[in-house]
């Protein structure tokens, strides 16, 4: 196998796409973080966790994909605070006791030369929820009969709710505003204390930062609603605190729905632009575009028209005009694609999910099928027997011609 590219890509997009630097095993350096490649696992969540404490399902999940050699292993979605939890499965960050079984992994993934991020999450009014196999619809009597799982109050930036049958929010106060923003400066400097190195902000899906910026959901008549720079106010504050906060060494991400998915009267991929310059300007590394979700429970899907590769204009649109540097995900399952995602310009990073769960080698996979050796990255008990297999089957095909 030919080596892998050993020039570093320096933080900052590039005018025109580096083809000739750029493919999905070249390094990328964001602040002082250094990415051996550009294959990100996506958080998902894993409802799991027991008063949002990691087990051993979380060691487990999240290990093995940094043995696998991807770059950066995200989290699930974790909870700034107990009622910003989706479900009672949720993993959280709102109290000092957490951190201690995060930093036992964090030490993990960084032990296997990846990188250990978080997704900071408030679930909003898409709280209090049940898991997605007990029903994936809003807690109610059978929950609590059936697990002791009872309903809590939601509240979101109007009383809008999610569907008929869900839970009413209830609207938030400027006080409350501003305690939720102290969770998140909380929640950000216990994973810095726990040892992750990327913080991701979790403005999608339908949860509290995106109720926020969309007009389906904020009907607020302060400053933090009507035009898109009201909607836009609060997540903005948010991404202020945090960064200030947040180790200045270490990136900031923020994942974003690029389109609501609901009609044309909600979030649009031109919102989406300039909320994208809007978080450059205040110090956000890198723009995660995912999309949809807004008004549909969490784990439904797609709300939109999915094939592969289907979000990645959003990445490209939002990398070109905004000159940050993004993320594509969604239904990338090949390594070609992937890699021409990176060398076309359209994305810096590509994340994988579910196809990572099918295969958590996926890298090694990539790797073998895009020429790059990824064997000098990964443990040595893994790589000894598996550049030996790798040697057998060149030999295999060059022999038979496969």
Same mark, same amino acid.
């Given at each position: 196998?030919?080596?892998?590219?050993?020039?570093?890509?320096?933080?900052?997009?590039?005018?025109?796409?580096?083809?000739?630097? #750029?493919?999905?095993?070249?390094?990328?350096?964001?602040?002082?973080?250094?990415?051996?490649?550009?294959?990100?696992?996506?958080?998902?969540?894993?409802?799991?966790?027991?008063?949002?404490? $990691?087990?051993?399902? +979380? &060691?487990?999940?999240?290990?093995?994909?940094?043995?696998?050699? /991807?770059?950066?292993?995200?989290?699930?979605?974790?909870?700034?605070?107990? &009622?910003?939890?989706?479900?009672?499965?949720?993993?959280?960050?709102?109290?000092?006791?957490?951190?201690?079984?995060?930093?036992?992994?964090?030490?993990?993934?960084?032990?296997?030369?990846?990188?250990?991020?978080?997704?900071?999450?408030? #679930?909003? !009014?898409?709280?209090?929820?049940?898991?997605?196999? +007990?029903?994936?619809?809003?807690?109610?009597?059978?929950?609590?009969?059936?697990?002791?799982?009872?309903? @809590?109050?939601?509240?979101?930036?109007?009383?809008?709710?999610?569907?008929?049958? @869900?839970?009413?929010?209830?609207?938030?106060? #400027?006080?409350?505003?501003?305690?939720? #923003?102290?969770?998140?400066?909380?929640?950000?400097?216990?994973?810095?204390?726990?040892?992750?190195?990327?913080?991701?902000?979790?403005?999608?899906?339908?949860?509290?930062?995106?109720?926020?910026?969309?007009?389906?959901?904020?009907? !607020?008549?302060?400053?933090?609603?009507?035009?898109?720079?009201?909607?836009?106010?609060?997540?903005?504050?948010?991404?202020?605190?945090?960064?200030?906060?947040?180790?200045?060494?270490?990136?900031?991400?923020?994942?974003?729905?690029?389109?609501?998915?609901?009609? &044309?009267?909600?979030?649009?991929?031109?919102?989406?632009?300039?909320?994208?310059?809007?978080?450059?300007?205040?110090?956000?590394?890198?723009?995660?575009?995912?999309?949809?979700?807004?008004?549909?429970?969490?784990?439904?899907?797609?709300?939109?028209? $999915?094939?592969?590769?289907?979000?990645?204009?959003?990445?490209?649109?939002? !990398?070109?005009?905004?000159?940050?540097?993004?993320?594509?995900?969604?239904?990338?399952?090949?390594?070609?694609?992937?890699?021409?995602?990176?060398?076309?310009? &359209?994305?810096?990073?590509? $994340?994988?999910? !579910?196809?990572?769960? @099918?295969?958590?080698? @996926?890298?090694?996979?990539? $790797?073998?099928?895009?020429?790059?050796?990824?064997?000098?990255?990964? /443990?040595?008990?893994?790589?000894? +027997?598996?550049?030996?297999?790798?040697?057998?089957?060149?030999?295999?095909?060059?022999?038979?011609?496969?």
């Amino acid at each position: 196998m030919s080596s892998t590219c050993n020039s570093e890509i320096a933080a900052g997009v590039p005018d025109e796409p580096q083809v000739n630097e #750029a493919h999905l095993f070249a390094p990328l350096s964001l602040r002082d973080v250094r990415l051996r490649n550009r294959v990100v696992i996506s958080p998902m969540c894993q409802y799991v966790a027991e008063e949002g404490f $990691a087990c051993q399902w +979380h &060691d487990v999940h999240l290990g093995k994909f940094a043995q696998g050699g /991807a770059a950066l292993v995200m989290t699930e979605a974790t909870a700034v605070s107990r &009622d910003g939890r989706i479900t009672y499965g949720d993993l959280g960050i709102w109290s000092d006791e957490h951190t201690s079984g995060l930093s036992r992994i964090c030490r993990f993934i960084e032990s296997q030369g990846a990188v250990a991020g978080i997704q900071l999450s408030h #679930a909003g !009014r898409k709280g209090s929820a049940q898991r997605p196999w +007990h029903g994936n619809g809003p807690l109610g009597t059978a929950d609590v009969q059936q697990r002791g799982e009872r309903p @809590w109050q939601v509240f979101a930036p109007s009383a809008v709710p999610v569907h008929e049958q @869900w839970h009413t929010p209830r609207e938030l106060t #400027a006080t409350d505003l501003e305690t939720v #923003a102290q969770q998140w400066e909380a929640a950000a400097l216990r994973a810095a204390r726990a040892g992750f190195r990327v913080v991701e902000l979790h403005c999608a899906h339908g949860y509290l930062l995106h109720q926020f910026l969309s007009p389906a959901t904020n009907l !607020r008549r302060d400053e933090y609603g009507g035009d898109l720079a009201g909607r836009m106010r609060y997540p903005l504050e948010i991404v202020e605190r945090v960064r200030a906060v947040w180790p200045a060494h270490l990136p900031l991400f923020v994942r974003i729905s690029a389109v609501d998915g609901s009609d &044309d009267t909600g979030w649009s991929l031109d919102d989406s632009v300039r909320f994208a310059a809007e978080l450059s300007k205040r110090g956000v590394e890198v723009v995660d575009c995912s999309s949809g979700g807004l008004m549909r429970p969490a784990m439904s899907g797609p709300t939109l028209m $999915a094939y592969p590769g289907y979000q990645v204009p959003y990445a490209s649109r939002v !990398r070109r005009e905004v000159g940050v540097r993004t993320i594509a995900v969604g239904l990338i399952q090949e390594p070609a694609q992937a890699d021409e995602i990176v060398r076309s310009g &359209d994305a810096d990073l590509v $994340a994988i999910g !579910r196809e990572a769960l @099918w295969n958590p080698n @996926w890298p090694m996979r990539a $790797a073998y099928e895009l020429g790059y050796d990824l064997f000098s990255e990964i /443990a040595d008990s893994y790589s000894f +027997h598996l550049s030996k297999r790798a040697a057998v089957l060149k030999s295999l095909e060059k022999k038979f011609s496969f």
